[in-house]
């Protein structure tokens, strides 16, 4: 379980040290100040709070707070749509239950209809559907190919986190591994804001914090941001580098669930490359293993 006192300090605290005060009109930019950003007081003053609210705040001993307050402080830090409601998710863990055992929540079940859709697409299109907490519940066969090798990972590890921070392939694959790292730390912050109690989101953040280094970093960046659309560089062993946009679409009627989609245009290298891989017979682990990149 997520505790309020330690994820609001932490949260708040980065995020008025990510702000230079000259930015915001106030004097003594980041040469003049011993310490980044800006000060408690500076944020109260500029919520229009008291100084010590906003410390009760900050250091999780004031509860109830209103959501005026809580827009008031947003509006003061500059925080994103992302933050704002990762934000209110935090405050109101004081109403939740303490310290006790978190409650598991209902299991994750992807839809025949769902799975139908996918494999609709799999001569052509790579497709995931991910689930809280980024498991990755489903896929069609040119998904379980394109990066990860989702057919040949142990159950209870299809998940995007864990594979991006504990896969020894994950940076072969990902040439820009750094941005796709920050992208996955940003949607699992959101995540953890949605549902706190969840205990596959604890266990994951949990195992992460405490056997990747890397992650450790950019966890404690305390960065909220959900990327739900881009562009993606793969560098995949058998077929060569790959140039694909994702695309995100939320399943309504099946609660935190998102299908994703990865195409290239029409006629590109990316096109033939994944038409390629679609044809390519299966590959077992111990043959993969030993198999050189593309150039």
Known sequence: MLHREVEIGSFLKARRAALDPADLG????????RVRGLRREEVAQLAAISVDYYTRIEQGRAHAISASVLDA???????????????????????RAGDCAPVAGPGQSVRPEVRQLLDAMSCTVPAMVFGRGL???????????VGFDLEGTAPGRHNSA???????????????????????????????????????ICAVVGELLERSGDFRRVWEAQA???????????????????????????LTTDDDQILVTYSAPR???????????AELPVVDAGDAAGLEPVA
């Open 26 to 33: 106030l004097p003594g930019g980041r040469s003049r100040r």
């Open 73 to 95: 402080i947003a509006r003061a830090l500059r925080l994103t749509g992302g933050e704002v409601t990762y934000l209110r998710n935090v405050a109101a863990l004081d109403h």
């Open 135 to 145: 498991d990755i519940l489903a896929w069609n066969s040119l998904g379980a190919r």
């Open 162 to 200: 864990l594979l991006v921070f504990l896969d020894p392939a994950a940076r072969a694959l990902h040439p820009d591994w750094e941005l796709i790292a920050e992208e996955v730390v940003g949607n699992l912050r959101a995540e953890s804001g949605r549902h706190p109690d969840d205990p596959r």
């Open 224 to 250: 909220v941001s959900e990327c739900l659309r881009g562009t993606k560089r793969i560098v995949h062993p058998r077929v060569g580098e790959l140039h694909v946009t994702f695309e995100t679409f939320r």
């Open 267 to 277: 006629g590109s290298v990316t096109e033939s490359r994944l038409r390629e891989l």
